[in-house]
């Protein structure tokens, strides 16, 4: 238990933890073990009234704010430095309507509680492929997982959300309500308000699925990727799919010899009938000679939590982002030369394949913007706390060189995926100008202030970053 702490906020029943408490340092710890932030104090909310108290305390005392959900932003946004962090992480409830097919959850609830809950049913929607991710952070800026190409992204089956706002006010966001805000909410990131409950749109998905990874060794890649480009342009939007490049992962699955070995995996999902789902990527297992092949049925909850030890939290993540519009040949190339570049066997990169229902729905009916992308990559650097200053910087200097060479053929970024050293054009670049603009100025109707500018900040109606005109009262984070 946390000792007494001697602020108090009028109306707040949850716990609140400040720096002379023994919760302290656990609670303000966040995934990436890079962030080391000291706030003045952390609100743990235990429900919305909580939320909307906490807000309201900290515009009278001035005090900075950050909001929690999962606590999984590489950039490390959930936490400040002095001020407030309005911490939703025991705000994990999910309740599961099947008559309906919906779910109401929590704004500080994981995608593992999601799916453990909705598949009880039977029924999922397009969640992270980790399962310690929040659906907070996740879905407020776009939401990609396995079932994206069949289902939509998160935000696309998000069918309200209850949010306070920066006056502390309690709405409801929905196509009906507050359709402005409604529609920032899918996409702009946690701009707007705080969000302490999601509705979800769900779809019969398993209980069993075809999944799973094949890996090839690091000598195959261009092969493998000229394979996988034809296999999943013609595939149905049931498949889903991501490649990582890096080593094989430490899993009990796989035989230890192959652990830490330079490989390319393709990882699939078929959200659809495991004997369509065999059909459609049983090629993948014939082709060349996979070293490790862990396709085949399996609980799709279990899917969803598979690589969860891969990516633990603690350890020192940095990450560099672009999305790419096809994957030409030159691509390909580039890909090859510099995956197997970092000196970390925890670093790797992974794409995923957009397509289907992500680009079948209009550009202008949510705030993401990445609809015409055909595959993103995201260049995950990864080392041990404990090692050498001089690992983690050889491993930043891999990801931006990696970066830097496939830049020319970027085509867009996804504001989930941007690093705190990504600046506010690449913000922009996240959104491009008509939707940033749009953004601006809900943002400057629902948070004029810019009293949520602890994350991928939109500033309240500035037209353009560079411009200058209309800048919130406060700065920035990632500028
Ligand atoms: C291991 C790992 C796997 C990932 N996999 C995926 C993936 O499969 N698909 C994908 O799309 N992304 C993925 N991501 C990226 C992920 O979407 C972002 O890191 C996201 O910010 C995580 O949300 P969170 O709630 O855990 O983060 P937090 O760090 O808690 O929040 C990040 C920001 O989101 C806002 N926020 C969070 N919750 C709320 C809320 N309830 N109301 C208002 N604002 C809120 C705040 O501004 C906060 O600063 C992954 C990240 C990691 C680390």
Redesign the pocket.
Known sequence: MATQTAIQIPGFRGELVSPDDREYDGTRA???GMVDRRPRLIARCAGTADVAAAVRFARERELEV?????????S???ICDGGMVID?SVMRAVWVDPVECTALVQ??A?WGDVDHATQAYGLATT????S???????T??????WLMRKHGL?VDNLVEAE?VTAEGMILRASADEHPDLFWALRGG???F????SFRFALHPVGPTVLAGPVFWAAEDTTEVLRFYRELVAGAPDELGSIVRLGTIPSLPVVDKDLHFRPAIGVATCYAGPVEDGERVVGALRRFGTPLVDLLGPTRYVDHQSGIDDT?PHGWH?YWKATDLAGLSDEIIDIVAEHAYQAASTRSYAAM?HFGGAVAQTPRKATAYSGRDVEHNIIIDAAWLPEQDETVGAAEIAWARGFLEALQPHGAGV?V??LDSDDDTSRVHEAYGDDTYRRLAEIKAKYDPENV?H??KNIRPGTPKPSSGRHLGSRAAVND
Not at 132 to 138: D, E, N
Not at 140 to 145: S, T, V
Not at 193 to 196: I, P, Q
Request: net charge positive; charged share 0%.
């Open positions: 966040v995934w990436n950050a909001v929690r959900g999962g606590g999984h932003n590489v490390g946004t959930a939703l704004g500080g994981l969640g992270g492929i980790v310690h991710t929040g659906v907070g952070g996740l407020l800026g776009g939401g990609i997982g998160a949010v990131g946690g701009n308000g705080v969000v302490t990516v993540y995923f996804y989930n995926f949520f602890n994350n």
